[in-house]
């Protein structure tokens, strides 16, 4: 073989080889997706339209869990180190209150209710003690100033509860914290179609799921928009397909879990 063959060979191999690595996902065993597979899960709990139920309250918790849905939810820390159940890195849209959670001690959040309603913000740890293993979790981790104190706190308490749970997070560092620390929970890499708060060669990476290398993620959770061509490859090699969020029930076809609100679908469509 000629030299300039060799090269064309080992540049075509390279070519191959190096979308693989970027984007090939964990393994899952069938016993870490079971719970999650085909499945539909209450996005921040069974929370209402007219906010009456407030989203990520222990309310919205005990409704999925009795009905029998699994639920997402989000976690982050309090000023003083608390895990709590809450989406935004502000007060403003969910509590009418500006400054951000992590502003915060516990105790001072209790002060602000829930979308005008008696609910408060939780603790992780009473949101576990409220669904009490009647539904599957995903714990969305929020990226926030002290990431590696989340997962550890994070993981700490999952690692006590004795119902089903997996993690995610947008954040592939996050992601891959677990890949190391905590192996044997089902791991996911949110992701969505942009990324207005990054720049342009940071949404690219992450938008085509380009750093699973990192984590390996076992499911991608991405938004409910065409796929790009990259995460449908990563899809091919393995990485559950989960979709949010949902508005209505034919939003199943083709997914192996599905996140939804405002609506009551069947508990599981597989």
């Known amino acids: 073989m000629k030299k300039s063959e060799k090269i064309l060979l080992a540049c075509g191999a390279a070519a191959v080889a190096l979308p693989v690595f970027l984007l090939a996902p964990g393994r899952a065993t069938r016993g870490q997706k079971a719970p999650f597979w085909g499945r539909n899960f209450a996005h921040r709990g069974l929370h209402s339209r007219d906010r009456s139920v407030p989203e990520n309250s222990l309310k919205a918790f005990e409704l999925a869990s009795a009905a029998g849905y699994g639920m997402e939810l989000d976690v982050q820390l309090t000023r003083d180190g608390q895990v709590v159940v809450f989406h935004d890195d502000t007060l403003r849209r969910v509590c009418g209150v500006d400054g951000r959670v992590d502003d915060y001690t516990f105790s001072e959040?209790?002060?602000?209710?829930?979308?005008?309603?008696?609910?408060?913000?939780?603790?992780?740890?009473?949101?576990?003690?409220?669904?009490?293993?009647?539904?599957?979790?995903?714990?969305?981790?929020?990226?926030?100033?002290r990431n590696r104190e989340l997962c550890r706190k994070t993981?700490?308490?999952?690692?006590?509860y004795p119902g089903e749970v997996c993690i995610e997070?947008?954040?592939?560092?996050?992601?891959?914290?677990?890949?190391?620390?905590?192996?044997?929970?089902?791991?996911g890499q949110l992701a969505t179609d942009e990324y207005k708060d990054r720049s342009a060669l940071q949404g690219f990476l992450l938008r085509n799921c380009l750093l699973n290398f990192l984590?390996?993620?076992?499911?991608?959770?991405?938004?409910?928009?065409?796929?790009?061509?990259?995460?449908?490859f990563a899809e091919l090699m393995g990485a559950m397909r989960v979709a949010w969020t949902s508005h209505e029930p034919r939003n199943e076809k083709g997914q192996d879990a599905v996140i939804f609100e405002f609506y009551k679908p069947r508990v599981s469509f597989k």
């Open 109 to 145: 959040l209790q002060k602000f209710p829930l979308c005008g309603t008696d609910e408060r913000i939780p603790l992780f740890s009473d949101v576990l003690n409220t669904v009490r293993g009647r539904g599957a979790i995903i714990c969305e981790l929020k990226t926030g100033r």
């Open 155 to 160: 993981y700490d308490l999952l690692a006590a």
């Open 169 to 187: 997070s947008f954040n592939p560092m996050i992601v891959a914290w677990f890949r190391f620390h905590a192996p044997e929970l089902l791991r």
């Open 215 to 232: 984590a390996r993620p076992q499911f991608i959770a991405y938004k409910l928009v065409k796929r790009p061509l990259a995460v449908r």
